[in-house]
């Protein structure tokens, strides 16, 4: 299978994720939802302990360490920077995992991903910044054995954003090409497998926004009293750029998706 290298919008993601503002901000997974959400796509997906999983996009790797400390899982991460590869290597660790989990450094089309060997996936936050869609999925469908699952979530969008606010949201947010919980839908029956539940998570999503929020207070007063180096302008636009995202999500036209399907037998 040839796929494309263009990676732009995935490593500026990635390499914004890696920041360490970023950790502070969002945590360690990253995502909207946090491991909460993460536990209830396992079980969705009916990922069961002992399961072989692949977790796509995996980051400083706390999904990963979750599936194998909560669940008992094998998994495996492919991640884009290689030091997010050392912190979740070093997170396995800490959390008693190392021999239930395997990371890796590259990009998600180019992983030597054994055909049929995984139970499940999980993409969590990933799709969304990946230039071939259909590609990358068809490679997952191809890693998971027949009966196995994926379970993704990811940032949903619904019509054209903003012209003021796209250009920052495709980095700042990574949602550059988000599409619709519909269209992922789609995406992920066209490659063969069998959509088995798709989940609509606003609040999800507008509580992920609100503890930003809140976060960037904190900020705030930091900045103004000298006791963080951040411009207060910065801050300023940080927050504008929240309540318009925010806005966004009110009106639905920005939310957070689940989808869950299976390999057929």
């Not at 012209?163 to 700042?172: D, M, T």
Request: glycine share 12%; with cysteine; proline share 5%.
């Amino acid at each position: 299978m040839t796929l494309p290298n263009d990676l732009d919008l995935a490593g500026c993601c990635s390499a914004a994720y890696s920041h360490p503002a970023a950790r502070w901000l969002l945590g360690d997974s990253y995502h909207p939802g946090g491991l909460a959400l993460t536990s209830r796509l396992v079980e969705l997906a009916g990922i069961e302990g002992g399961a072989r999983v692949l977790d796509l996009g995996c980051g400083r790797g706390a999904s990963s360490v979750h599936l194998a400390k909560s669940f008992g899982c094998h998994v495996v991460g492919v991640t884009l920077e290689t030091d997010l590869v050392e912190a979740a290597r070093a997170q396995a660790r800490e959390s008693g995992v190392e021999q239930r989990t395997t990371f890796i450094q590259g990009d998600l089309y180019h992983a030597s991903l054994e055909p049929g060997s995984f139970d499940a996936a999980i993409m969590e936050c990933v799709l969304s910044i990946l230039p071939d869609k259909e590609g990358a999925l068809r490679l997952v469908a191809e890693t998971l054995r027949p009966g196995g699952r994926l379970g993704l979530t990811d940032v949903t969008v619904e019509g054209p954003l903003p012209p003021e606010l796209h250009g920052i949201l495709a980095v700042a947010g990574c949602v550059g090409d988000a599409k619709s919980l519909e269209e992922y839908r789609d995406l992920v029956s066209g490659t063969g497998l069998v959509v088995e539940h798709t989940e609509d998570l606003q609040t999800v999503a507008a509580q992920f926004l609100k503890g930003l929020r809140d976060k960037l207070l904190i900020a705030e007063i930091g900045a103004k009293l000298g006791k963080l180096p951040i411009e207060p302008s910065l801050v300023d636009r940080a927050k504008d750029l929240l309540r318009k995202t925010l806005d966004l999500v009110t009106q639905g036209a920005l939310s957070y998706g689940l989808v869950v399907a299976r390999k057929p037998a």
